[in-house]
Nanobody
């Protein structure tokens, strides 16, 4: 079992940057495909980015492509989401999720079994 914990959210101005971190205890995260999702009030969770467990291939939602980068640091047992050129529409609660079964990651909620509690990202002047 893996229990993801997100951190790094906060308030940033449009055009600014944040780096979100996903940590886990007990099990190395490199055993898992890891996805980042976001959710606004009253909306479903949207896949943002993911990184595979097999070959560390990545995928991104069109809305963040070219601005966000997902990566692993296995020595620290963490997965990061570097968010650059942030826009007000990026304001959401961001969730880290982990999956052991799917080695090639996807941006679908059903693929993931283990979820963090979320971290708030607010992009505003």
């Amino acid at each position: 079992q893996v229990q993801p914990v997100e951190s790094g959210g906060g308030l940033v101005q449009p055009g600014g940057s944040l780096r979100l971190s996903c940590a886990a205890s007990g099990v190395p995260l490199n055993y898992y495909a890891v996805g980042w999702f976001r959710q606004a009030p009253g909306m479903g969770r949207e896949g943002v980015s993911c990184i595979s467990s097999s070959n560390n291939s990545t995928d991104y939602a069109d809305s963040v492509k070219g601005r966000f980068t997902i990566s692993r640091d296995n020595a620290k047992n963490m997965v990061y989401l570097q968010m650059n050129n942030l826009k007000p529409e990026d304001t959401d609660v961001y969730y880290c999720a982990a999956d052991e079964m799917f080695r090639i990651c996807g941006l679908f909620v059903y693929e993931y079994d283990y979820w963090g509690q979320g971290t708030q990202v607010t992009v505003s002047s």
